[in-house]
């Protein structure tokens, strides 16, 4: 049994006990993750697919060690100018091993919630805390003329 599966923004071919080296993942060593964007399940000739995912399939792994890729070398140059720049990249990554693949009927996996800023209210709003650029935006907004050559303070009395 195969799957295809998304991790960390790239898609991986993956089998049971097979070790993966993905991008780096905010994950402790010796932890296990599951990833829930599985596009395409195969065991054998039976092949399912998603558009663009699996509902209720899911690939368990458990991260093995975090390292650094080999060094990559960059090296910029401009003939005749007297330009070379030379610089170096090490991908941090993760190593992963496989341990399961479920292709239905997994419960998805807790999202990490987003914070929800609440709408500002004008009035409670101390004006002198803001920035000349936000007084501007709010002064456009109630269509206050000459609003672009005002100072900070002027800005304020205009607003209040």
Avoid at 37 to 47: E, I, S, W
Avoid at 56 to 77: E, P, R, S, T, Y
Wanted: proline residues 2%.
């Amino acid at each position: 049994m195969y799957a295809i599966v998304e991790i960390a923004g790239q898609q991986f071919k993956v089998e049971k006990d097979q070790k993966v080296f993905v991008h780096r993942l905010a994950t402790e060593e010796g932890k296990t993750v599951s990833f829930d964007n599985v596009l395409m399940v195969g065991d054998g000739d039976k092949v399912t697919l998603g558009a663009p995912a699996i509902n209720g399939a899911q690939v368990g792994a458990k991260v093995l060690k975090h390292l650094k890729g080999d060094k990559v070398i960059v090296f910029k140059k401009k003939r005749r100018k007297g330009y070379r720049v030379k610089n170096g990249h090490r991908q941090a990554l993760t190593e992963i091993v496989i341990e399961s693949i479920v292709a239905s009927g997994a419960k998805p996996a807790a999202k990490a919630e987003k914070k929800v800023e609440a709408p500002k209210a004008e009035a409670s709003q101390d004006l002198s805390a803001l920035t000349v650029a936000e007084l501007r935006e709010m002064a456009k907004a109630k269509d206050i003329s000459g609003y672009s050559s005002m100072k900070k303070a002027e800005l304020i009395e205009a607003l209040s």
